[in-house]
């Protein structure tokens, strides 16, 4: 494998095509504002590198980068990329990974709108995120220890498990398909509309009219915080450990919990049966 060390490159497509090399210590960065550096590269290593130019890393297939940062400036920084693993790495700039697949990421800071788009087969441990349309219509998504704090987050999104992790979002999960939540805080408004088979699992929701018009939706031992209006127009089978501020006209299944503060049905479609103190 070759070496680059303790280089600095501004033009554009600096190492456009390498393969088998390891770039140590080296900026990406200066007045030429040379775009591509590392495009339609294969089997690449990074480390300790620093990026402030647009388009790195465009069409490589097999990446390992670490102990990096991309500022701000560096725009589009991953896209159409495959093999993917990124650890301890500062991702700052605009739409930063995109059209990627089979991406590892561990202990990376992420502050990036539009980010993950159509990304297939990620998996993230112990990441922070700042974003707006995180990860939309991406696939094959598993979140461990990850925290989020943004808007429109998990559009689209289908065949995905979160386990531990932190969401203050709003419009979180809509339209997702197949996914499941476990020991994790959503906090957020209009939480998971238009989804089908989501389940959360001994989660917290927090947040007004969350999980509506929803087909196939679980809540297993859950807890609600100021969530009013919920469950209008869902199928759902929910077993929820705290009182509920308001319930609006489920559709079909069962729901339980140890008080509702308020029952509203004044659609005649609506069958579900709610169970509440005593008959819980």
């Not at 495959?82 to 990627?100: M, P, Q, V």
């Amino acid at each position: 494998m070759e070496e680059i060390r303790n280089k600095i490159f501004d033009e554009e497509r600096a190492l456009y095509g390498k393969e088998d090399i390891s770039v140590i210590d080296c900026r990406f960065d200066g007045p030429n504002d040379g775009e591509s550096a590392l495009k339609e590269g294969r089997n690449i290593k990074v480390n300790n590198c620093y990026f402030n130019l647009r388009y790195p890393l465009w069409h490589d297939h097999g990446l390992v980068i670490s102990d990096s940062e991309m500022t701000a400036q560096c725009r589009a920084a991953l896209w159409y990329s495959d093999h993917i693993e990124i650890s301890n790495y500062k991702l700052h700039g605009i739409k930063a990974l995109r059209e990627c697949c089979n991406v590892k990421m561990k202990d990376c800071d992420i502050i990036s709108p539009e980010f993950g788009w159509s990304t297939k087969g990620i998996a993230m441990d112990h990441c922070q995120a700042e974003s707006e349309y995180f990860m939309m219509r991406s696939s094959d998504l598993y979140f461990t220890d990850v925290r989020f704090i943004g808007k429109y987050s998990f559009q689209y999104i289908e065949n995905a498990v979160f386990e531990n992790c932190h969401f203050d979002t709003k419009d979180a999960f809509w339209h997702a398909k197949n996914v499941i939540v476990r020991n994790s805080t959503v906090k957020g408004e209009y939480l998971a509309w238009y989804s089908e088979n989501v389940t959360f699992e001994k989660c917290e929701i927090i947040g007004t009219q969350p999980l509506c018009y929803c087909k196939g939706l679980r809540l297993i031992d859950c807890k609600m915080k100021d969530t009013d209006l919920a469950f209008e127009k869902s199928d759902v089978e929910a077993v929820i450990l705290t009182p509920v501020d308001s319930i609006k006209n489920p559709y079909l299944g069962h729901i339980s919990a140890p008080a509702v503060k308020e029952i509203i049905i004044d659609d005649e479609r609506s069958k579900c049966e709610i169970c509440f103190g005593k008959n819980v």
